[in-house]
């Protein structure tokens, strides 16, 4: 276990690094560690005030994204589960795009408007999913949500398209997913949001070992099961609010990064979900770096680099949980 | 009295039939108690009653002196540990962690089990003769050995009271009878067992008392010898049958084919054993 805590300090370390360096302006690492220490020379700039807030914001963005997925998949026992599949992240984008066109919504109301827009997709897609006394089936829940999760995007263009309001019109690069207006005061509204929803699941992981077994055992073993499950549904919606609301859409986090996890530690969620947070934020910095140094000096949105890896493992998956 | 049922009734749709009619059901410390009855007879809903899964519409369910509503279930896991008729082994589980997860009702939230969590955790292993599958994934094992895992999960719990329900189930002879032997063990060492089977005769062998349901109401409750009568059983199970007893003298039951003389009378002599 030592030697795995050493090797992802060193992971988390590398790609902070490497998030500071890379980009339109690459810098060397010296340049980074004199403007991060002393905040002195021409680069302390870009390194303090641009690149240090987006890294750490992609960093706690991915963590989140992925510990929901992770949370999502023990509470539906499938490994296909995951915000943006069952469309909270739709949700959440048109709880905040309706905030934006009623332009009434400071910055830290939006995420607000996010989570009940998620919420608000959740209880759609699970509404959809029972049928009345049948037991809940994983793969219609998936369908459902991106039934749910297609509506809700149609309804964003529909606004987008006929709303006036001046926030709009950057509305449609935002939701595609990016870090690019990533800032301190993001960083502190993301963080506001996250820090009490990520503590309760974790709180909870031994409930989430409870669940993954299936509702009845869990409820031998101790679990209050309708409790927890209300919990997931909020706490998942809380973060994949905030995610959406500082950065916009950005799936398959929670799918790609709880299944390379689980490849090598034990399903326990006490060390499974810290686990999965540090490697989702890793996962989530590099994609950006990927981001604005591919087609440099332009920027892909960085829901593009995390679709281009998550579907096929999605359809890898898919091909194997139906086997 | 750990387990309790007083006269219950429960109906799983508002309108619908009811699934038990008045039926009452007790087990204490140190008895082994069987439940036994044709296919939707109700033996599972008097257990889902039991353990607070269902809604009573009339009567009273007790866990240790207390009505089983009130019982978080958290307390009522350290009561009552429960292997139910089925669970998937869906993840790639290690068995001692499956194991240890019976004793996430006795854990706080965060802290690490305890020297008293891994002893229970050892000694469940051990009582269930699957020390050496301790590093075995759950989803490698044979049926036989994930039943017993449960069954040591369940253990682990520190429980009063041991609910089974149809343990043996696609077991074989060894498997079935090492299964019914454990269960009879533990309820001499004082817990209050409870074991929904089909094996009218594994019953007779081990239970103290049996509870007969058919139709949702309760047709019998005795020992053995009360409750195993050809007529009753006949009746109740729709198919003639013979009763003769092993030498210790728990009844045995023998369907009868369509072949066999109708006129069998109550007792066949016990087979003698060829020299």
């Not at chain 2, 706080?108 to 008293?116: T, V």
Request: proline letters at 6%; one cysteine or more; hydrophobic letters at 50%.
């Amino acid at each position: 276990m030592s030697v795995r805590i050493v090797l992802l300090t060193l992971l988390v370390f590398a790609c902070v690094l490497l998030g500071l360096s890379a980009g339109a302006v690459p810098l060397p690492l010296t340049a980074v560690w004199s403007g991060l220490i002393s905040g002195q020379g021409p680069e302390a700039g870009i390194v303090r005030d641009l690149r240090a807030p987006r890294v750490v914001l992609a960093f706690l963005v991915g963590g989140s994204l992925a510990v929901s997925g992770a949370a999502l998949q023990a509470m539906i026992r499938n490994p296909l589960a995951e915000p943006y599949l069952l469309g909270l992240s739709s949700g959440a984008g048109l709880g905040a795009v309706i905030a934006i066109a009623s332009e009434a919504a400071s910055p830290w109301a939006i995420p607000l408007a996010a989570f009940l827009g998620a919420l608000a997709a959740v209880a759609l897609v699970y509404r959809l999913s029972v049928v009345s006394g049948r037991r809940l089936d994983p793969h219609v829940l998936l369908l459902s949500g991106v039934v749910v999760g297609a509506f809700a995007g149609a309804l964003m263009s529909a606004i987008m398209v006929l709303s006036d309001a001046p926030g709009v019109r950057n509305a449609f690069l935002w939701l595609l997913g990016g870090f690019g207006t990533a800032s301190w005061r993001a960083l502190a509204v993301f963080s506001a949001y996250a820090v009490l929803p990520l503590g309760v699941l974790l709180f909870h992981a031994r409930s989430l070992d409870l669940l993954a077994l299936g509702d009845e055992p869990a409820r031998h073993l101790g679990a209050e099961v309708d409790r927890v499950r209300r919990l997931v549904y909020v706490c998942t919606a809380l973060l994949t609010a905030a995610s959406v609301a500082t950065c916009g859409i950005v799936g398959f986090v929670g799918l790609v990064v709880p299944h390379a996890v689980r490849i090598t530690v034990r399903p326990l969620h006490r060390s499974l979900l810290p686990l999965v947070f540090l490697v989702g934020g890793c996962f989530l910095v590099i994609a950006d770096v990927v981001s604005r140094t591919v087609v440099r000096p332009l920027e892909l949105p960085v829901g593009v680099i995390t679709a281009l890896v998550g579907v096929p493992l999605f359809a890898l998956l898919l091909r194997r949980t139906l086997a | 009295m750990i387990l309790a049922a007083r006269d219950i009734a429960v109906r799983y749709r508002a309108g619908g039939p009811l699934a038990l009619n008045r039926v009452s059901c007790e087990v204490g410390r140190a008895q082994l108690v069987a439940v036994v009855g044709p296919n939707g007879s109700g033996k599972t809903t008097l257990l889902r009653a039991l353990l607070g899964l269902v809604p009573v519409e009339q009567g009273l369910v007790l866990v240790d002196g207390r009505p089983v509503g009130q019982w978080p279930r958290r307390l009522l896991a350290r009561t009552v540990g429960v292997v139910a008729q089925q669970e998937e082994a869906l993840l790639p589980l290690r068995v001692a962690d499956a194991v240890m997860m019976g004793r996430y009702a006795h854990l706080g939230a965060l802290s690490a089990p305890a020297e008293r969590d891994r002893a229970a955790v050892q000694s469940a292993l051990e009582r269930c003769d699957i020390s050496d599958l301790a590093d075995r994934s759950v989803d490698s094992l044979s049926g036989g050995e994930w039943k017993r895992v449960r069954v040591a999960r369940a253990l682990a719990q520190e429980p009063q009271a041991l609910v089974l329900d149809e343990p043996t189930a696609s077991l074989d002879i060894r498997h079935e009878m090492e299964l019914f032997e454990l269960v009879r063990e533990l309820v001499e060492s004082g817990l209050a067992g409870l074991v929904i089977t089909h094996h009218l005769n594994l019953a007779a062998r081990f239970a103290h008392r049996i509870v007969l349901l058919s139709r949702g109401e309760l047709v019998a409750e005795g020992t053995p010898a009360e409750v195993l009568k050809r007529e009753t059983l006949t009746r109740t199970f729709e198919w003639p049958l013979a009763i003769t007893s092993w030498r210790d003298g728990s009844p045995q039951v023998v369907p009868l084919r369509s072949s066999d003389p109708t006129s069998q009378t109550d007792e066949i002599p016990p087979r003698q054993e060829a020299p």
